[in-house]
């Protein structure tokens, strides 16, 4: 079952938007993330990708108040990211209301400490976020700040041995610039680990790139700038919903 998951991120507690990570070019388009999640939900939507992007510069989540209104205002299903790192945050997560947490930094930084999340919270409930540029295959983290040396298949490989069954790919290269998700790249991680359910983000600037991700076999395709702006309505997402 393919699914689309709208993203909030958050700075300050305020509904931003971004070009490609890039935090100079913030935009506050909202001061009520609930109201936007509640939008959401009103027209079907399961589930939400709630980005802390001051937790992923500093380290370390901040904004769980967001992450407790939402999950406690709405029956969303909340996958909460942006600088979780140790089992501590994993438990205030979980224990703020999060469904799912995707890691990023951490699972560059401390793979064997990711490894253990799988393990220890189950495979069902810890996401990995793979985020790259083309350009060289390295993974990015703290919120896409910072540049590793790490290869994207290498990293993906290393966690698909030890159990992990759900994988967000970007290429930020595309994020919030909404010139067409990364296809062949989606399709290279599919062809390599056809068991993992791929969760796509970057690019999507309506519903047919929805289509074509599905088709693919992508198990979900996360957007969010195409509705900011105004290129996907809440009518358009719930016609999409009721194709089935």
Known sequence: ???????????????????RGDFSTEEVISNNPLELAQAFESIGLKRVHLVDLDGARRGEPKNYHILEAIAGYTDLKVDF???????GDVIKCFEFGASTITVSSAAANHPERFAQFILSYGREKINLAADINPADNKIKIRGWLKKTEID???????????GLKYLKCSDVSRDGVMEG???ALFQRVR?????INLAASGGVRGVDDFRRLRDMGVSAAVFGRAYYEGMIS???????IAEG
């Open 234 to 240: 809440l009518q358009d997402l719930e016609k999409f």
């Open 152 to 162: 994207l298949f290498d990293h993906i490989e290393f966690f698909y041995e030890r």
């Open 191 to 195: 062809d390599k680990f056809p068991e």
């Open 81 to 87: 990211t942006g600088g979780i790192s140790t089992d």
């Open 181 to 183: 998700p990364n296809f």
């Open 1 to 19: 079952m393919f699914e689309i998951v709208p993203s909030i991120w958050l700075i300050n507690g305020k509904c931003v938007r971004l070009k």
